[in-house]
């Protein structure tokens, strides 16, 4: 019998939230803000209309991420937040939708049954878990059950993500609180530095996002124009910066995103770095959109670093198509890792049937 129940994949991120819907493909994608008023604690605004309220809200009015580092940092926001993108995404319904929400692979039991808590009160049926990096593998095209390894490097809002998976799981994994923010942060302190000018976090995000559109940063006369508050006299001021510039405030941010690299290709077991050499590595999230780190990366670690080509929703359509696991799931995520076993175990068996 068809079901009427709706099936939805969630990738719950510190810097936005991507909502798949089966049959209907990525549906949503708005920032994981909420506004609040600060003596009520009602909620004024979620996602996008939120965010323009960040940075320049009137006293009353508190606009905060509900998320921070991948987890859960204020439960009540998140559960209304979630509560708010799955009406947004299926309409209000009777029927309660199943979830499933992809979560750091470094989360701890408390977190995760946070994450549990929350979707089952923002309405959802039945909540599955799975770990980031399979679904960015998954959402990139690679084949997550080959014996093969595969390199993930996730660069989200809050943290980046490096893995080495295989088989289906994750043989080594390093989660640093170094990422699309500290770039932003790097950028404002580097503003601060030669110019003696302050820029809101806000002016910092577009200018790196402002990089994607300059085809070659070595040899561009483009200018950024900056405008911001004198430290010197307090007024407003502008100056401008080319491409170069901003790719070298960004030098130490990075330089810790190539150590998290480092450190994760040190400790993969031979044989599986081998691997790596041949197929190198894939980058997802929407730091990895930042112009000139693919190759800074891979001239540092040696192999191949390829940009996803669904960056930002790599991890959401790779969570969607676990969807389809579902039904060999059995209860509140306890089981995702025997089902994910049997299904491996299941294309094994295919394969050596033929
Ligand atoms: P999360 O998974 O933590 O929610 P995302 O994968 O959505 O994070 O990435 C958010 C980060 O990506 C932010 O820091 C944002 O500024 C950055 N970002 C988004 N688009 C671009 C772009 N075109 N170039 C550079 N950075 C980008
Ligand atoms: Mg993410």
Redesign the pocket.
Known sequence: MATLRRSLAI?L?????LVYVKGRGVVLNEP?VVAMDAFTGKILAVGSKAKKMLGRTPGNIIATRPMKD?VIADYNSTEKMLKYFIEKSIGKSLIRPDVIICVPSQITPVQKRAVLQASRKAGANRTYLIEEPLAAAIGSGIDISDPGGHMII??????TDVAVIAMGSIVINKSINI???E??EAIMSYIKNKYNMLIGERTA?DI??S??DVEDIQNTDKLFEIRGRSLINGLPMQVFVTPLDVLEALESPINEIINACYYVLDKTPPEIASDLFEKGAIMT???S??KGLSQRIMDRIGIDVKVSEEA?SA?VKGTGKALSWISKLESDNQSYEDARRQILEEKQRLRRSY
């Open positions: 990738d991120g510190t810097a936005s939230v994981s991948g996730d660069i989200g809002g809050g943290t990422a699309g923010d770039l932003d995000e790196k996002i990089l994607s999230g929407g730091g959109l930042v930002i991890v």
